[in-house]
């Protein structure tokens, strides 16, 4: 739906606002791109990895506990 302005002051308000309403925009890509940044430098890469490796050890090791699973070294033989 158009919007009908009664006078230059009307649209010059609307004009500043779609201005400022697109900078705002711009401001949120930008912190955007930077947080993906920051999640996807090689620090934080490896921070998850090593997190992820500690969680599933400690899982793998409770259910070892829970189940009486043990260790198997390799070349042994029972």
Do not use: C, H, W
Request: charged share 30%; hydrophobic share 40%; aromatic share 6%.
């Amino acid at each position: 739906m158009k919007k009908r302005y009664t006078s230059y002051d009307q649209i010059d308000r609307d004009l500043k606002i779609m201005k400022l309403q697109t900078d705002i925009d711009k401001e949120e890509v930008k912190l955007s791109i930077d947080q993906v940044k920051s999640n996807v430098s090689p620090a934080s890469i490896a921070s998850d990895l090593f997190g992820s490796m500690i969680q599933k050890a400690l899982i793998l090791k409770a259910i070892s506990k829970i189940f009486g699973i043990k260790k198997m070294v390799a070349g042994s033989k029972k």
